[in-house]
């Protein structure tokens, strides 16, 4: 019987992490930048898990919906569009880094998602439960979209100059490429977002 419950365990796990080895990766790769750094955070993960799977298991997968954003920007609290906003009528120029990619993404388009989303799944039509990834459309540096931020404001782009990480060392670097394939999203059925230009002009009609 033991031999039994040890098998039974080996094969469940094995189950839990076929399903979910491959999103785990994704997440940390964006997260860390590294692959092999990566593989190694998610390899130690999942050894912590088949250690606790006895108790683990036991617990029912929650049911949830995650939405993982990023850059995203509006017209209340903190954000990239506001900052350089304000700075371009402080400053001659402005050093902006180039060797970190992104979605851009608008809040009001965000929640126009989410809404959509949350009224799949009262009506009994949304996805099943997954990690879902909804941003801007397209993708690009902090540096090209502080200068497409000028050249909406009627600002010179030129006075944006681009600059490398190295530049602004930080206490927690920032990812090279933090850009999320919106693939999940649309295989949801649900409206992709803009492309992040289209929607950058629409936020500054709207302002």
Known sequence: MRIWD????RLDFAEFYAAARDDCLRIVLVNVGDRDLAED????GFTRAWMSWRKLCRHPAPQAWVVRTAWVYGSTGHNFVKTMVRLEGERDTLS????QRGSPT?????????LQLAGRIADGQGPTRRVLHCT???DTTWFSFARAIFAEIGADPERVKPCTSADFPGKTPRPAYSVLSNASWREAGLTPLSPWEDALKEYFARS
Do not use: P, Q
């Not at 955070?41 to 130690?44: G, N, Q, T």
């Not at 608008?106 to 989410?114: D, K, T």
């Open 136 to 138: 801007g459309g397209g």
């Open 6 to 9: 040890v098998e039974h365990d």
């Open 41 to 44: 955070l998610v390899a130690e």
């Open 96 to 99: 902006v880094v180039d060797d």
């Open 106 to 114: 608008s809040s009001a388009e965000l929640a126009a998602g989410l």
